[in-house]
C-alpha cells in the first residue's frame, strides 16, 4: 500500500448500510472526488479499495460513430502533397 499524499485528508471511518440487497458506502465530505460519479470496487484480501471509473478503450468502441459528412466543411489543417 502506498502512504498518503501530504494534502489528501486523513483516513476516516465509515459505516457500511443496506441498499436493497446491495451493501454500499456513503463517502465523507472531503474523501469524494470532484466530478466522479462512478467507481471500480475491488477486493483485494479483507481490503476493499474504490478508484475513479475511466473510460476504457472498449467503451470507445462502444461510442456511436460520426455522420459521413462530419469536418467535411473543415480547412485542413495540413496539406498532404510533399508529406511522403
Known sequence: MHEQERNDPPSR?????RNGRNRAVRLPKGIEIEGVTEYVATRVGDTIVLKPSRPSWHSFIEVEKTDDDFLQDREPVFEDEGRF
Open 13 to 17: 471511518t465509515v459505516s457500511v448500510f
